[in-house]
T-cell receptor
C-alpha cells in the first residue's frame, strides 16, 4: 500500500508531556497538510507544506504546536506541554499540485488518535 | 464568514435504498467543492471534486451535484450497501469542512 502512513496510530500521554507524530506522504506528492479532528466534527486545518517550506499555519494553532518537513519528504507534528483539550485525531494528508480550478484530491492517512489524561 | 453546513446530521436507511445528502456553502473565493467518505477510525477518502462550472459528477454509485448560484451541493447514493455506512463530509480545498452526515445502512 503506497498511501499516506501515520505513526503511531494511538498515543496516550499525561498532561504536560510532549508528543511527536510522524507522517509519510505518498512519495510523488509535494504538498502535505496536517489537520485535527474531534468527534462529530470535520477536519480542522492546522498547517500546510509545499516541499519543505511551511507555507501556511492556522491562527488557531498555539505556539505549543510545531511541524517540520525536512527535505520535503516525511513530516512531524510536535505538541509541547499537552493539555486535555489537545485530545483529538490528528490527520495528515498529501496531494500533488492541481491544475486550474479542479485541484487534486487530498489523500488522508488514518490518523493518530491522541488521548491526554 | 466562510463555512459549510451539512444536512441531515444523521440518516438511517435500508440496504438497497437511495439517499441524498446536502451541503450548503458560503465560501469566497470559491474554486471547488469536495465530498469525502470517512469510515469510523479512518481518514477521509475523496469521492468527488467539483468546480463551479460542473453541475454533476458521478463516481460509481455516488453522484454529486453543484448549483453555484444557490451555493448548494448534494451527494446522491444509489442502491445503498452496508459498506456505505460512514460519515460523508463536504468541504473546500484545504481549509473548510462541514461536520458531516453520519449515514447508517441497515440490512
Amino acid at each position: 500500500d503506497t498511501g499516506v502512513s501515520q505513526d503511531p496510530r494511538h498515543k496516550i500521554t499525561k498532561r504536560g508531556q510532549n508528543v511527536t507524530f510522524r507522517c509519510d506522504p505518498i512519495s510523488e506528492h509535494n504538498r502535505l497538510y496536517w489537520y485535527r479532528q474531534t468527534l462529530g466534527q470535520g477536519p480542522e486545518f492546522l498547517t500546510y507544506f509545499q516541499n519543505e517550506a511551511q507555507l501556511e499555519k492556522s491562527r488557531l494553532l498555539s505556539d505549543r504546536f510545531s511541524a517540520e518537513r525536512p527535505k520535503g519528504s516525511f513530516s512531524t507534528l510536535e505538541i509541547q506541554r499537552t493539555e486535555q483539550g489537545d485530545s483529538a485525531m490528528y490527520l495528515c494528508a498529501s496531494s500533488s499540485p492541481g491544475t486550474g480550478t479542479q485541484g487534486s484530491p487530498l489523500h488522508f492517512g488514518n490518523g493518530t488518535r491522541l488521548t491526554v489524561t | 464568514k466562510n463555512q459549510v453546513e451539512q444536512s441531515p446530521q444523521s440518516l438511517i436507511i435500508l440496504e438497497g435504498k437511495n439517499c441524498t445528502l446536502q451541503c450548503n456553502y458560503t465560501v469566497s473565493p470559491f474554486s471547488n467543492l469536495r465530498w469525502y467518505k470517512q469510515d469510523t477510525g479512518r481518514g477521509p477518502v475523496s469521492l468527488t471534486i467539483m468546480t463551479f462550472s460542473e453541475n454533476t459528477k458521478s463516481n460509481g454509485r455516488y453522484t454529486a451535484t453543484l448549483d453555484a448560484d444557490t451555493k448548494q451541493s448534494s451527494l446522491h447514493i444509489t442502491a445503498s450497501q452496508l459498506s456505505d455506512s460512514a460519515s460523508y463530509i463536504c468541504g473546500t480545498y484545504k481549509y473548510i469542512f462541514g461536520t458531516g452526515t453520519r449515514l447508517k445502512v441497515l440490512a
